[in-house]
């Protein structure tokens, strides 16, 4: 049975789909841009993006009652590949400060237009 996740502590969908699905032993997000959820606000660094769109991820992760340490594939969409190294710093750390026992596989694409005109935008799987 498919349970919906939703939470505040991640911005609202913008559109026709749900923050995630819980499958049972899977938890999958929609992608999520950053986009503060106290705010609406949008940084304009790229470092700034990826790490609230990690946070976002994290938050509705937790809703599901998971822990980032149970992410196990992410995809990366970026509007510039050359942003590339600054989002993989941004990344690495992010899980090293999330006690991730190791980290999750991953595709990072270049996407011509994100919603909002951001500069990334990350999806993440998780397991039970």
């Known amino acids: 049975m498919t349970k919906i996740?939703?939470?505040?502590?991640?911005?609202?969908?913008?559109?026709?789909?749900?923050?995630?699905?819980?499958?049972?032993?899977?938890?999958?997000?929609?992608?999520?841009?950053?986009?503060?959820?106290?705010?609406g606000e949008i940084p304009q660094d790229i470092t700034a993006q990826a790490r609230q769109s990690l946070e976002n991820v994290k938050a509705i992760i937790?809703?599901?009652?998971?822990s980032v340490a149970?992410?196990?594939?992410?995809?990366?969409?970026?509007?510039d590949l050359n942003d590339f190294a600054t989002v993989n710093a941004e990344y690495e750390r992010f899980f090293q400060e999330n006690n991730h026992p190791h980290f999750p596989a991953r595709s990072c694409v270049e996407v011509a237009?994100?919603?909002?005109?951001?500069?990334?935008?990350?999806?993440?799987i998780a397991v039970k």
């Open 113 to 124: 237009r994100l919603p909002k005109d951001v500069g990334i935008e990350i999806e993440a």
């Open 62 to 66: 937790e809703q599901a009652g998971l």
């Open 70 to 79: 149970n992410i196990v594939k992410t995809t990366v969409f970026v509007k």
């Open 5 to 39: 996740i939703n939470t505040e502590k991640a911005p609202a969908a913008i559109g026709p789909y749900v923050q995630a699905v819980d499958l049972g032993n899977l938890v999958l997000t929609s992608g999520q841009i950053p986009v503060n959820p106290a705010t």
